[in-house]
Structures are given as structure tokens and as C-alpha cells.
């Protein structure tokens, strides 16, 4: 199992928008193969900064699903509302 870890920028103002269009990528993500848990949170004071916490059977899951169609569609509606590109970090258990 892996956990990935995304961090987000939104640009000022864009924040309503932005958690909508991240729901509806949870949402899709729910579907896709091998995608145990997810949940996205605030950064406590920065109301511009989210973290994404996702667990995949594996990292092919992971792959499978950064890469495919899907997750393209939705991040359309997610990449122009951001300062900058999302940071993803990939964690297992030592």
C-alpha cells in the first residue's frame, strides 16, 4: 500500500471554486482501480493551501489512474485555479 501526498496553491479568491472541482476529482478517484481512502485538507490559517491524502493498493494503481483519461478530465477543471503545479510526494511504510 501507498500513500500520496499532493499539495495544492489556489489562486486568491478561487477557493469555492477550486473545492468543488477537487470533490468532484475525489469523487471520480473513488472509482478507479485499487484507490482505498482519500481526504483533503485546509492548511490551518492559509485558506489558498490544500493537502490531498490518498491511499492506492500500489503504486501501479497510483500510475493507472495519474495517467489515465479520468483523472486528466477532472484536472482540467483543477489545474487553472492553481498559483502554481501540484506537488505529489509518494509514501510506503518503512
Not at 477557493?15 to 478517484?29: G, I, K, N, P
Not at 492548511?43 to 495519474?66: F, G, M, S, V, Y
Request: negative net charge; aromatic residues 6%.
Amino acid at each position: 500500500m501507498i500513500k500520496v501526498l499532493i499539495r495544492r496553491r489556489i489562486m486568491p479568491g478561487l477557493e469555492e471554486e477550486y473545492d468543488l472541482a477537487a470533490r468532484s476529482a475525489m469523487r471520480a478517484s473513488i472509482n478507479a482501480s485499487g484507490f482505498i481512502a482519500g481526504e483533503s485538507l485546509c492548511e490551518r490559517h492559509h485558506p489558498d493551501r490544500r493537502l490531498l491524502i490518498t491511499q492506492w493498493r500500489d503504486l501501479a494503481a497510483w500510475k493507472t489512474w495519474q495517467q489515465g483519461p479520468e483523472r486528466e478530465r477532472v484536472m482540467q477543471h483543477v489545474l487553472p485555479l492553481l498559483v502554481e503545479d501540484e506537488e505529489i510526494n509518494l509514501y510506503e511504510h518503512c
